[in-house]
């Protein structure tokens, strides 16, 4: 026992040592345990563990005699590469020393290098220099022999390729060089451009230009005379080598630049062909309208407007028959009549940038000047299709200080527009009040003119320039609009009594037409258009919540909704007064008909003929006459939202004061049938194909009252059954809101329903 004890005794383990013993005891243990038996294995356990002592010995011999050697190994080749890196280092010595010795040697023949260099560099620029002055004097002299030739075609390419070499010249700091090229190109466009414009002048001339009469009077320009053909042919070649003087012309020739202020946007200059074209017709528009001339007046500003649009049509054909085809052989973009418009229109730009500021606050003349200038770009544009890239009228009109005044006087002229049109005694009448198919809207003119007005301001700034510009302008409208609600506002607060009368009408009419005007406007391109450009505008400022971006951008508003609102609003609160008024009325003429002997009426069978009750019909007449008065004087939109809020509150009326406050006996039942089937519900049935759904709560009430007993009593059992919360259902037993639906009542509620089951008078006895 004392050896079982000893042998179980546990072994701890020194982790701080290499612990022998511990590791004899695992090995113990896993070996032998606790089966003394294995005991006998003793002997081949001690034989295994000395071959494993053997081979660890000669493993370690092993590794003892190898890991020297490999130092050994290590040490050499480190004593190697510390030898080839003095060898090295010896080199280099030596060969930085060469070099530093030959550069010494060669320092004074890299300086005489570098002069010979700089002086071949200089010598290679002087020769480049003369070649440049060589090649400018070839073409000089080349341009001079076909002078004296007379091949002016050739001296005309020559000049252009010359100025083309000007062109390439511009980067250069020889200026002399540059003055030079500049010079004789100078020198040679001055000659071409006199002789040929002389000979041009002359070919037109004998075309009897310029046609300052209608087109059918030009006798020549269109004709065909028998030296025509030689005409045209010279026509074509002189504008052809006017047409090669272009660049040349361009690089001396500074256009007539308007001041920045005006933001012109660039535009190339005008043809040289199409220059002299236009001078007798620049020198006439120059001697009638500007100095001390009689034609020369601020106050008629059609003058000259219509003259120049006159000289466009004139010369239209011409240029379109005669001259487009010479550009098109020549291999020009240009539109000979668009460029003909384009240099007319910048004397008009040049007219008005000097007559504006002499009228600026005079309000007749410039809103004279203004409806002037918007006549004559409509014309320009419709007729003649000016293109709205080029500068034009609106861009003189677009300056700061003149767009200003233009805002200030539109509105002013406007205001007084309003005024004029509200104080009108036909302001209230509808234009078309005989005309039944165009009457639809009923509307008042002072509405129709105020739209009218709208749209009229809409035409005269949709064809401003910048986006910014037709914002402001969109503001305008928007004040305008906001103003003319209000002046709707005041006159309604003093009709508010007569609130059924003909003027109350007109002015919701006119609310109604005016916000369903605007709701159209906001579907248009233009004013989608707008809408995009004041997105931009306000996320730049970051002037609205990122909710109201996301609503412009994605088209759920418009630019007038605001408008909208409040006209919508206004239209609400004027409909609701009506609809309160004629349900006072109908009120008042319904305490008769709320106090009938509902209970003691008789039945049906005992009458021969079913009639009105008498006590109904001052209701009746109320609610006939009123919507007959408010069919004739509302357009039909507002008629509809009129009678349907009515019918609702008269339905409700009945239904609560009437129904719910009575009970009914079976001839009581009938009779209320009778006279809401047979009487309310057809004065309405102008209006709708169904009137009783406008009447639910009458409907279905007169149902329920007019059940047969033995259905009412079916019912009555179905609705108490649910109401006692049973949870299971008689067999073939329906549902309470079934069983409803299946006699056609659906808005009433299942309480409702019962107490309508308990307003009938007569119930049988069935002994409960």
Known sequence: MATVAIRKKEVTRDLDHCDIPYYVSEFVEREVGNDYDSLRKLDDLIDKLSENKKQLEEQVLTVSSEVPKRIQNALKNAEDSKKSLSQLLEEETLLSDSINSHLLKAQPWMEDLDVLISQVEEIERHLSYLKWISRIEELSDSIQQYLMTNNVPEAASTLAFMAELDIKLQESSCSHLLAFVRSTVKFWHKILKDKLSSDFEEVLTQLRWPFVGPPQSQAFG????????????NLEMLFCQLLKLQTSDELLTKPKQLPEKYSLPPSPPIILPIQIMLNPLQKRFKYHFTGNKQT????????????????????????????????DKAGSAVNAGLEFSRALVMLILEKLAADIPCLLYDDTLFCHLVDEVLLFERELYSVHGYLSSFPSCMHILSEESCFQRWLTVEKKFALQKMDSMLSSEAAWISQYKDITDVDEMKVPDCAETFMTLLLVITDRYKNLPTASRKLQFLALQKELVDDFRIRLTQVMKE????????RYCAILNAVNYIATVLADWADNVFFLQLQQAELEVRAESNAVSKLQLGQLASMESSVFDEMINLLERLKHDMLTRQVDHV????????????????????SQAEQAVMSLSSTACPMLLTLRDRLLQLEQQLCHSLFKIFWQMLAEKVDTYIYQEVIMANHFNEGGAAQLQFDMSRNLFPLFSHYCKRPENYFKHIKEACIILNLNIGSALLLKDVLQSASEHETALKPNQPSPTAALNELGVYKLAQKDVEILLNLRASWPNTGK
């Open 495 to 502: 009709e508010t009594r007569a609130s059924l009368g003909f």
């Open 583 to 602: 349900f006072r009325e109908v009120k008042d003429a319904a305490k008769l008909y709320k106090k009938e002997r509902w209970l003691s009426l008789p």
């Open 296 to 327: 020369n007046v601020l106050n008629k500003p059609e003058w000259y407007l219509t003259q120049v649009l006159m000289w466009i049509g004139n010369h239209a054909k011409f240029l379109e028959d005669k001259i487009q085809p010479i550009l």
């Open 222 to 233: 269109l004709a065909a005379p028998a030296s025509a053909p030689d005409v045209y042919n």
